[in-house]
């Protein structure tokens, strides 16, 4: 009987220690999953075991908690002094003091650096710091290889009071108060599907040794949009514009990655500091490709939106009905724009009416 009684405590001690056992294996497990979410592996990486298949990492939702306080961060866009430029910007700068305020939104003071070495009218409307372009033919009229050597300059004398920096571009616009992305010592970055390390592994060992590790330490990125811990801007800024101009310097390499080099050469530069990105899909949509802006935050119009009159796609062709930045090379588009037709996609529809809505408040909005 004794023995029986001590044969019943011994199995319910069993099943304690196995349960308590369970219990930290899955404390255990999640948080590696929570640790590898939020490092963020790249495509193609490996040397773990796969606990993540889906390459583009968002922000877990229970990441949430560990911010106890508010994190702003400094909107910075760097600009010239072009029609072109400037009319991107004061729209930017509209929807921008439009969102700041509202609930969910961790967008503190805002920058304009503008890389030309001069002032310009838009001084007074727009925070604006001027900073010197990069010596006489060094861009090799590549002019956003100035980006890099603009920030460098920016990080040096200004006075940042944010601890963040969202790294934005005019052509920028927030469709919802954008919260900060980033998580402590990882920044938040937005995936492209044309940055494609992997595929470039040859000119990409140029700048990026192998004793460096494996090229899919590289993310598919490029510095905008970008939400980064200023320290870590200051120590990835330098070499980023070194590895630009590298990169510009080299014919093969300037061939093979054309508009998107600067890109390149941030995705680099970040890789060789060991700063891995957060990848958030919903941080913007690009129209016409991407349809829904659900849960999004920018909308980035740098593609040509055609269409016909039945609200089908033309890209390539120009449209019955158009909305392309670059139709406006020399002045601002014209107040009041047409609405898309029937059928074309949500982005579009609301590109263009938060393009007529700040067109038509801002104040002498046609001559710049």
Known sequence: MIERKNMGRASSLVLVLL?????????????????????????????????????????????????????PFHVALTATDTPYSK????????????????????????????HSGKPDNLMDEIPTIVVDPLPGGLDRGYIVLNRPWAFVQWLEKATIEEEYILMAEPDHIFINPLPNLALGGYPAAFPFFYIKPSQNEKIIRKFYPEENGPV????????????????????????????????KEDTETDKAFGWVLEMYAYAVAAALHGVPHI???????????????????????????????????????????????????????????????????ESVVTLVKMVNEATANIPNWDTQ
């Open 19 to 71: 349960a308590l056992g369970f219990f930290f294996a899955t404390c255990n497990l999640s948080t590696m999953v929570i640790h590898y979410r939020l490092v963020g592996k790249w495509i193609g990486d490996n040397t773990d075991s796969g606990l993540l298949s889906d390459p583009i990492i968002e922000m877990p939702e229970n990441a949430k908690k560990f911010k106890n306080t508010k994190a």
């Open 279 to 345: 990848l958030r899909k919903d941080f913007m949509v690009q129209p016409p490709w991407d349809m829904e802006l659900r849960k999004k935050f920018i909308i980035h119009y740098t593609y040509g939106c055609d269409y016909n009159l039945k609200g089908e796609l033309t890209y390539g062709t120009i449209g019955e009905w158009r909305f392309d930045k670059k139709a406006y090379l020399r002045g601002p588009p014209p107040r009041n724009l047409p609405l898309p037709p029937p059928g074309v996609p």
């Open 216 to 247: 899919t330490k590289i993310g598919p990125i490029g510095n905008s949009p970008v939400i980064i811990k200023k320290d870590l801007l200051e120590k990835i800024a330098p070499t980023w514009m070194n590895v630009s101009l590298r990169m």
């Open 87 to 114: 009319w991107q910007c004061r729209i930017m700068y509209y929807w921008y003091k439009k969102k700041k305020d509202l609930p969910a939104s961790e967008m503190g003071g805002f920058t304009r650096i503008l």
